[in-house]
């Protein structure tokens, strides 16, 4: 027997159905207006330089700065800028963040620690991030389930976070590869 409600429904052309895909995938935040290559997971390439840029702060890309003799993660003080590009290398069932440069030769793999994400050896407190899709682009987890946030004024230091407090906000992200 036929369920009812498909009975009554028009089959929809193979152009319809690829529509409609393209439009949800759009409300997820898996493509981008623009057309630079943000991610499902799939579409990610491993040791490809990628500049990593927050879509809900003035486009401002990653980078990093000195802070008590470690380099920190934090977003350009200007909108739209680029940043430092970074290199994902699969780990896990997510992905380590290497910076392509650092102050500290061999300091240079995202760490996320409580007081944020420093820049440190890759073999010795590399994260592995998962991508998860948000509504601003896709959002990156570390394995404790903390998600990147940023401060919204001032230095837009970037740290992990279980919930937001005032003058913070969770960080959407979109990956713009390295012409």
Not at 18 to 45: D, F, I, M, N, R
Request: hydrophobic share 35%.
């Amino acid at each position: 027997m036929q369920n009812p409600s498909s009975a009554s429904r028009p089959s929809r052309s193979p152009r319809t159905a690829w529509v409609a895909a393209l439009a949800a995938a759009a409300l997820l935040g898996l493509t981008s207006p623009t057309g630079h290559a943000t991610v499902p997971e799939e579409a990610v390439e491993t040791g490809v330089s990628y500049y990593l840029i927050a879509t809900n702060h003035g486009n401002r890309g990653v980078t990093f700065e000195v802070n008590n003799n470690n380099d920190w993660a934090l977003l350009t003080n200007d909108a739209d800028s680029n940043g430092t590009a970074v290199v994902l290398e699969s780990k896990d069932s997510g992905y380590t963040i290497r910076s392509t440069s650092s102050n500290w030769p061999g300091y240079d793999t995202w760490c996320s620690v409580d007081k944020g994400i420093k820049l440190g050896k890759a073999d010795g407190c590399a994260t592995a991030w998962k991508i998860v899709p948000g509504e601003d682009g896709f959002r990156l987890e570390d394995q404790s389930r903390r998600t990147v946030a940023h401060k919204t004024s001032g230095k837009a230091w970037l740290g992990p976070a279980t919930e937001i407090y005032s003058g913070h906000a969770y960080t959407g992200f979109k990956l713009v590869k390295v012409a």
